[in-house]
């Protein structure tokens, strides 16, 4: 690796680990500009998710406030998550690489969907229980959702973060900030215990990790500092459009 791809990589790597941290997507970033760089698609895609990991992981602790009293939901819906993302790892050395191709554009689409109409859904929703007491309680369905989403991000992980949000946010009735900081929790171990496999059998360049894990740890940092002051009207509107983004680039691929 020369020092001028070195450092494509690292400032490719500060802003996807901002954005993962804000919303998700992070990997739309730094994928591509490893393929332009020469590094074979699977090779790119396992050395990608390895390094984000560090970024993810400084982004959850940057939203550390935000997952006060969330202690047993963060758990519940963490074992999911790790067993989701051991899954997509798997299929992702089992499957032929363009498995996931015609139904990840159609997974996005739903997301963004469901983060534009999540809080009418919710109110709704509300308006209809008895009590109208607020859904707080980590059920099957979200549960199930989130092995999904874990699912994906083992296997490929673009966008995950804003699969999760829509989950989230459609399942269980909290603060978009809140949830956000559990999307960081879930979606780091999703990508660490996907990367435990990757890293004992499959091909990863580690200096590709050494560089994305480096850039992803300070677009973290700055991404929760960033990120938690958001309003929520703003924060949702954010989610949108890297969505769509996340959406017309994998169309285009």
Known sequence: MSSGDAAIIVVASVWAGMVNTIVGSGTLVTFPVLLALGYPPLTANVS????????SLTGSIGYRRELRGLRGRV???GVASVLGGLTGA???LWLPPDAFDAVVPVLVALAVVLVVIQPW???RMAARRPDGAP???VGPAVSAAT???GVYGGYFGAAQGVLLLATLGLLIDDDLQRHNAVKN????LANLVSGIVFALVAPVSWPVVACVAGGSIVGGVIGSLVGRRLPPVVL????VVVGVAALVQLLAR
């Open 48 to 55: 990608n998710g390895l390094g984000l990991v560090p970024g």
């Open 75 to 77: 758990v519940r819906l």
């Open 90 to 92: 798997v299929l992702l």
């Open 121 to 123: 859904v919710s109110r």
């Open 135 to 137: 859904r707080t309680r």
């Open 147 to 149: 092995y999904g989403t």
């Open 185 to 188: 929790v879930l979606a780091t």
């Open 236 to 239: 949702r509107g954010v989610i």
